[in-house]
Nanobody
């Protein structure tokens, strides 16, 4: 069983930065495609960023526009989401997700992932 645990959320002023972490259990983490999604109250869960297990990345350009960076540390079995220049509209619960299929793929839809974390709240004040 694969477990994902997010951390690093909190309250930050607009223009500030946060780094989210997602610790992943599982023996073959280095072959997991990983992703970050977010869900604001009353809205659907949206794609934020993803990385395939070879290091290829993709971002929701419209919403993050170079402000967010996804990265991973295979030795620590952890992925990160560095978020800079935060805006009030970034307020949401942020979820990390893992695809353990073994295929190399940057997955941008929730259906592409088979494991999810519990989420971490990010609140950006104006």
């Amino acid at each position: 069983q694969v477990q994902l645990v997010e951390s690093g959320g909190g309250l930050v002023q607009g223009g500030g930065s946060l780094r989210l972490s997602c610790a992943v259990s599982g023996r073959t983490f280095s072959t997991y495609n990983m992703g970050w999604f977010r869900q604001a109250p009353g809205k659907e869960r949206d794609f934020v960023a993803a990385m395939d297990w070879m290091g290829g990345t993709r971002y929701n350009v419209d919403s993050v526009k170079g402000r967010f960076t996804i990265s991973k540390d295979n030795a620590k079995k952890t992925i990160y989401l560095q978020m800079n220049s935060l805006k009030p509209e970034d307020t949401a619960v942020y979820y990390c997700a893992a695809d353990s299929s073994g295929y190399i793929a940057v997955r941008t839809t929730a259906a592409g992932y088979n494991y999810w974390g519990q989420g971490t709240q990010v609140t950006v004040s104006s």
